[in-house]
């Protein structure tokens, strides 16, 4: 089992004694294939030494934020980037509450703000302190953040009380950082994904289009690939990196995107409709372009194929995931999308909000089927993903 080959896992020691347990949390992350770099805070350097951090994980122990040497090498933006999972084990009841409330007053706090890598927490204290509401509350915060939490084992501690607050063990720990990157839900299946925007020509130079940045579409593409499953993807304009892993096969138009769409529905498991597809096109494209004293004043347009509705009509479609970019009405106009697209579920995002939805790095949605309603939580776009893929294998596999 070497579920953590080529990964990079960045281990943050916050100040509690099971400190003196994280060389071996960083062995355990080593057996399964991990290149571990180590963060120590103030506290942490009080329960195990740097030296020994350093030397079992072979690479310099990162501590300070104002390391003048660091901020030209491996300074917290690098580490931040660096990162494909950070894991805080031991974290303290300090170091939580700092994470819950976005403090960046040390090397640890401030990269987890700036890192877009998997966090994951180990928190380990006394068990009075752990049942405090105040930790239950900072927990289930960053939960809904997306925050992994590995809970504390039950037992005896070191200043005597007997309950709930001991660190997870660290083969326990080591197995759980693992896990976030061998989620298999999806294996075996096929999933077809539209992503970004269209554009509809009007002469060689202009065109209609929008200003969908693909960061949805490519999260879920992300998120569908570590689910295991083999992912294809139909790429109109967009802003950000392909997904590497997948099959990718680029268009401009929705007329492009219909019949790429169709050439490979066939066999898919899932098809999710993520891109922005133009509902119009110009009826003639100038083969020239229009000049200024053309007297032109309006463009006579013709509505496009809706891709979506079209693979819900097909007689072996797969399981069918839209979604509803709305500016009002939403819930009311997503479930006027469900019924009238007949689709297994619609994703709503509001788009009127420029914090999330269009070309933003967040989003915030609801997961209507035919059955319920639920709310996703604002998060960022990848998180946001990985919780839609979660409902669909739910669901629907
Ligand atoms: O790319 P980003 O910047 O990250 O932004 C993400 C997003 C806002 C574009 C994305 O989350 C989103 O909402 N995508 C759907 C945009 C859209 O076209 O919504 P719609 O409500 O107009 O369409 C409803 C559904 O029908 C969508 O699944 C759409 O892909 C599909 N459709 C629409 C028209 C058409 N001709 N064919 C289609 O398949």
Not at 13 to 20: C, E, P
Not at 33 to 45: D, F, Y
Not at 168 to 176: G, T, V
Not at 243 to 270: C, G, H, P, W
Request: glycine letters at 6%; hydrophobic letters at 40%.
């Amino acid at each position: 089992m070497n579920n953590l080959a080529n990964k990079r896992v960045l281990l943050g020691v916050s100040g509690s004694i099971a400190a003196y347990k994280s060389p071996d949390i960083v062995r355990r992350l080593q057996d399964l294939g991990a290149e571990v770099r180590v963060i120590i805070t103030n506290g942490g350097r009080e329960f195990v030494s740097e030296l020994s951090l350093q030397t079992v994980s072979k690479n310099k122990v990162h501590d300070n934020l104002w390391d003048k040497d660091a901020e030209l090498a491996m300074g917290h933006i690098e580490l931040a980037k660096w990162a494909d999972a950070v894991i805080i084990a031991p974290a303290s009841a300090n170091t939580i509450a700092k994470l819950c409330h976005g403090k960046a007053d040390d090397l640890l706090s401030t990269v987890i703000l700036a890192t877009k890598a998997a966090v994951l927490i180990a928190p380990s204290m006394n068990q009075q302190m752990f049942a405090s509401k105040a930790i239950k509350e900072n927990l289930e915060i960053l939960n809904n953040r997306g925050v992994v939490t590995i809970e504390p084992g039950f037992g005896e501690q070191a200043c005597g009380d007997v309950g709930e607050g001991r660190l997870a063990e660290p083969i326990e720990i080591a197995k759980q950082v693992a896990n976030i990157f061998s989620n298999n839900t999806l294996s075996g299946k096929k999933v077809l994904i539209t992503i970004g925007g269209t554009i509809e020509a009007i002469d060689p130079v202009r065109y209609i289009s929008n200003h969908s940045s693909g960061k949805m579409g490519m999260a879920l593409a992300h998120a569908c690939v570590q689910a295991g499953a083999e992912t294809t993807l139909i790429v109109g304009s967009i802003s950000v990196d392909v997904e590497k892993r997948a099959n990718v096969t680029y268009i401009t138009s929705a007329n492009e995107m219909y019949d790429a769409v169709m050439k490979k529905i066939k066999s898919q498991d899932l098809f999710i409709s993520c891109a922005a597809v133009a509902d119009f096109r110009p009826t003639k494209i100038s083969q020239n372009k229009i000049k200024k004293d053309s007297n032109l004043s309006s463009i006579e347009l013709t509505r496009n194929k809706d891709i979506l509705e079209s693979v819900c009509k097909l007689k072996n479609k797969p399981i069918c995931i839209g979604f509803a970019a709305e500016t009002e009405n939403f819930i009311a106009n997503a479930t006027a999308k469900l019924e009238i697209k007949k689709c297994d579920a619609i994703i709503l995002n509001d788009i009127s909000n420029t914090e999330i939805g269009l070309n933003s790095d967040e989003n915030e949605v609801h997961f209507l089927s035919q059955e319920k309603t639920e709310k996703i939580d604002r998060s960022s776009k990848q998180i946001i993903a990985e919780k839609i893929i979660k409902k669909v294998t739910k669901y629907f596999f």
